[in-house]
């Protein structure tokens, strides 16, 4: 359905912005933008939830500590927007406030979005979702301040590997051109995002590398985290972020993927690729995501869910 993004705000008074589960720059830069264009253009103050912890190198996004973990689940919104959510289980029990708002919109860019919401605005030729939010802000003639410009270069940057994954394109170094004209540092925001990561963490990273398994003559690369991992380094959610795009950079590799443990009957892939269609992949699974790169959620402990992906990697 289309949607005009300007006459639904200005005429929603209570309004709740969603990030998805484990935030990555992507999820939490669009929707800091949004936050901050919101309110310059309306003078609206609205809320944010994340349904994971903030990882770190994103605490410098502006107006991030304005994001809440915990809501109240009695509140009616009257408007309700959801952020590069790719599937609407992806905001876990925010759920409850976005099945009970007077109106709801779905902004993303996953080409295996479903389409829910009373609106929504998809585009997965976008290289992020804050390029689909860009393009938003621009059709809709809304003037960018530096917070917005910072939020949203963050959102691409990130989602695009700093600009070296193939779903960087043109338009996407253009926007992101322009987002610098703005008041975003490129210099600043790069060393925020990939240069702030404590010792723990690249220790944690560098044990799971080390454990890695390689099959079908190094085609195929993927390490396990248990949850007796996490406690050994004290680690977060965020530690395992990049581990599937290390094994990938290995010349041989084709196929990557992280297995990590959620409980004893669930484990959560994420998938990395250099040609083949990990999102198709995964959707088997009940997940998705881009051609290249996908996650899902698999019922069943690390080493059955393991065995049940790779039957499905046809190399």
Request: aromatic share 12%; net charge neutral; charged share 25%.
């Amino acid at each position: 359905m289309n949607c005009n993004l300007n006459d639904i705000i200005k005429n929603s008074n209570k309004i709740l912005l969603l990030s998805h589960m484990n935030p990555d720059g992507d999820t939490l830069g669009s929707m800091c933008a949004l936050y901050s264009m919101i309110y310059n253009r309306f003078k609206k103050k609205v809320d944010m939830n994340v349904v994971s912890n903030i990882p770190f190198n994103y605490k410098f996004i502006p107006n991030i500590y304005q994001a809440q973990r915990y809501f109240d689940k009695s509140l009616v919104y009257d408007l309700v927007i959801t952020l590069d959510v790719a599937a609407i289980d992806r905001v876990m029990d925010s759920k409850i406030l976005f099945d009970k708002a007077k109106c709801t919109i779905n902004i993303d860019h996953h080409k295996t979005n479903p389409g829910f919401g009373d609106y929504q605005i998809i585009n997965p030729n976008a290289s992020s979702c804050g390029e689909v939010l860009f393009d938003c802000f621009k059709d809709e003639d809304w003037n960018f301040n530096k917070d917005s410009a910072i939020c949203l270069y963050t959102a691409i940057m990130t989602d695009t590997g700093n600009f070296r994954f193939e779903n960087t394109s043109s338009k996407t170094l253009r926007a992101a051109a322009d987002l610098v004209d703005f008041g975003a540092n490129p210099n600043y925001i790069y060393k925020m995002c990939y240069e702030t990561k404590s010792k723990n963490f690249v220790m944690f990273q560098n044990y799971c590398i080390n454990k890695a398994t390689y099959l079908n003559d190094n085609k195929i690369a993927y390490t396990t985290v248990y949850k007796k991992d996490l406690e050994k380094f004290s680690a977060g959610d965020d530690y395992t972020d990049g581990l599937a795009e290390t094994l990938r950079a290995i010349d041989t590799t084709e196929v990557s993927f992280v297995a990590k443990e959620v409980d004893t009957k669930l484990t959560k892939i994420s998938m990395r690729s250099k040609g083949v269609d990990v999102a198709n992949i995964c959707s088997k699974f009940g997940g998705g995501g881009h051609t290249f790169a996908a996650g899902c959620t698999i019922k069943a402990n690390v080493e059955d869910a393991i065995e049940k992906l790779l039957k499905e990697i046809k190399l």
